[in-house]
């Protein structure tokens, strides 16, 4: 069956004919190390890697050798299993604001209870977000994710049908990357606000200098829980993450994608004081925040994760992934200046992009400066040349080989040269 036959059945069964993510019209049929074949059989260099898990890449044999000998014991369980308290244990020696740890299922479950664990520490109902700042499904954070009428901060922008009005009042909307407004926002209504959510590295745009600190140095001063969510960050930036690689430790953080090494598996990770909200004994009905999920702390995505993160561990790896990366910005750089195409090279070498504008990307309103239609071009060239990657983002992985470097930097050449045919 071809890959048009399944996309006649899909749109007949799934919503836009998809699962919600990635172009519906390709199927994906099997990946391998750097690798992924669709249902037609063409093959792709995948700088997609299942939205950012697959780091050490696909069918690793020891995540397999380890996943196979799991499944042989049992799948799941609803219960407490060895290999969850072993992945915990490793995720509170690596994550330096990681004291102890409450599984989920999903990144975006992760920041929900995140969210909810601020509220129930600090008895506060506000939580102040950056536009363009993507945690995941809930209401609040469908909160000014990608707007299209770009209101006046802090309000925010409803992105889904569905949220109640009430949802809007109870979240403050800042500019990412602009410390004074952050400062003059939290002083105007910081006794109010239980939460600060950011990425650390928001979508693919860094932090500016200082601007990490001055959110920690205001949530101290305030009494307010800073989260980081490191869903993407969390294990691909350096082993103890953003936060290791920032040096700015938040109170609480979220985790997913890799520590379920491609199974569905997430946390909420932080201090003790504040993780004690999920422990009815220690806080009392009126301060327990309720969670559990069915296939929470699932022993084949623990052991999934406990593997590749063993495999992360071991030396030079981080040192390779960051090359790899830093030698595709180079490429990019090099292929788009040479021919004068307004450019920036936008995030860090283990997670990046090309965004098509000369204006200098600090926020969400400078990313939409980007030209929409020549990115579009630019990617559809490179997936004619079998490079697979989300319309907004490259992920290296350490499966990657020289072949496939030289391959990738072909493809850009060709790419950046369809721009100005």
Known sequence: MTQADWTTRAQEVLPAGGFGNFDHSILI???????VWDEDGNEFIDYLIGSGPMLVGHGHEEV?????????????FFANNAAGVELAEEICRAVPCAEQVRYTASGGEADMYAMRLARAYTGRTKMMKFEGGYHGMSAEAQMSLAPTNLVNFPVAVPDSAGI??????????????????ARSLIAEHGQDIA????????????PAPGFLEALREEADKHGIVLIFDEVVTGFRFAYGGAQELYGVTPDLCTLGKIIGGGFPLAATVGKTEIMAHFDKAKVGAEGFLMQLGTLSGNPVASVAGLKTMEILRRPGNYDRLREIGKTLQNALTESLGKRGIAHQIVGDPTLFDVVFTETPIRNYRDWLTGNAEINGRFNAVLREKGILKSPSKMYPCLALTDADINQTIEAIEAAAASLVA
Do not use: H
Request: glycine share 8%; proline share 8%; hydrophobic share 40%.
């Open 29 to 35: 049929r099997e990946g391998k190390g750097s690798r």
């Open 64 to 76: 397999i050798d380890a996943v196979q000998e799991q499944v042989a014991k049992g799948m799941t």
């Open 164 to 181: 109640p009005e009430s949802v809007r009042d109870e979240m403050l909307i800042a500019p990412f990357n602009d410390i004074d407004f």
């Open 195 to 206: 939460g600060i959510i950011v990425e650390p590295l928001q979508r693919v745009i860094p």
